[in-house]
């Protein structure tokens, strides 16, 4: 199923991508902890990031309502687009922390 990136700016695709530069997601699991009290969508979804799809990406699950995608995994998905990460992603979300991690790797030279 496609999901089509963020259009409008999200307060947590920034604080995805300041981790993003600063952890190396083809090497490791990254992690971060929003502390807000409005917890968002659960859910562990993998996440496929293509060079040259510039509009919407790849999960492997299928959704009644689209608008229903959880946000902050569409907010980790736009922020490797935008720091040209290519790959298959597992993204979860649970308890306002976001785990991302690489499953493989459809880019080889990656630069910020």
Not at 33 to 50: A, D, H, M, P, Q
Request: aromatic fraction near 10%; charged fraction near 30%.
């Amino acid at each position: 199923m496609k999901i089509p990136y963020l259009i409008r700016k999200s307060k947590f695709t920034p604080l995805i991508i300041k981790s993003l530069k600063e952890n190396d997601v083809y090497k490791e699991e990254v992690k971060l902890i929003f502390c807000e009290s409005r917890l968002g969508y659960n859910g562990e979804i993998k996440v496929t990031i293509t060079q040259g799809e510039d509009k919407e990406f790849t999960v492997d699950k299928k959704f009644s309502d689209p608008t229903r995608f959880p946000a902050r995994i569409k907010s980790a998905a736009t922020a490797l687009k935008e720091l040209n990460l290519y790959g298959e992603f597992m993204i979860s979300h649970r308890d306002n922390e976001i785990k991302i991690r690489i499953v493989r790797n459809l880019h080889q030279s990656h630069l910020y």
